[in-house]
């Protein structure tokens, strides 16, 4: 009798511990962006989060409480300010003339690239720049036209003081929201700065007229970004983390071509 009862023992646990072990082994369940239901093991969501883990990029954010009051300014200038304006442009000015106005002002900066190409040691990308600037003046009609890459292929070289600065081992530093521009970085707001001296458009008098002219340029090439801020905030849980997430990735990547 005792043997009986002891083997039944043993069998109990046995049977316990294969229920624990699928227990622990069961899926879970979660939906793509389409909203389809699909499982993964324990083990596939673990080595997920580690690989999410990994990509995460992270920046030093002591100021995080006045970032997000900016943040919000920003915001509410977007909606009540920069949305309008930029909605009424598009209606009133034609689109072949938005994009002649950004080719002008892009062939305008050419300093600012070609400077930062030939402090990073790119010389290849500099003469890519020079060779662009050259073409689009003359045959491009001072810029407005884009020959150098609708006919020549001549990709531009989208450099500035900042990447400088990360490509000679200066770090992000912490992370800023300033007024009217947005997220940056210490490193690239000081690069913001350094690049100020290489736009021409820096050097127009008086400054009222050099302030007007920039913001015509930021408001004309918003006409061609109407609805993607806010089609990136309604995706985020937190659109402030989101977006200093975004910023950073997308800083990186630059640094890195």
Known sequence: MKIHILLMTVFGLVISG???TKKSSSPRYSA???GTVFAYEDEDFDLLEEELEEQAIEIADPLEGVNRVMFAVNDTLYFWVVNPVAKTCKKIVPEPARLGIRNFFHNLTTPVRLVNCLLQGKGNSA???LDRFV??????VLGFGDPALDQYELEPQDEDLGQTLAVYGLGDGFYLVLPLFGPTSARDGAGKAGDYFLNPVSYVEPCEAAMGIKTG???NES???IGEY???KEAALDPYVAMREAYIQYRRKKIQE
């Open 135 to 140: 073409i689009n003046t003359t045959i491009g």
């Open 18 to 20: 294969c229920a624990s």
């Open 127 to 129: 003469g890519k720049e």
């Open 223 to 225: 006409t061609f970004h």
């Open 230 to 232: 806010e089609a990136f």
């Open 32 to 34: 793509d962006s389409e």
């Open 217 to 219: 340029k930021r408001v």
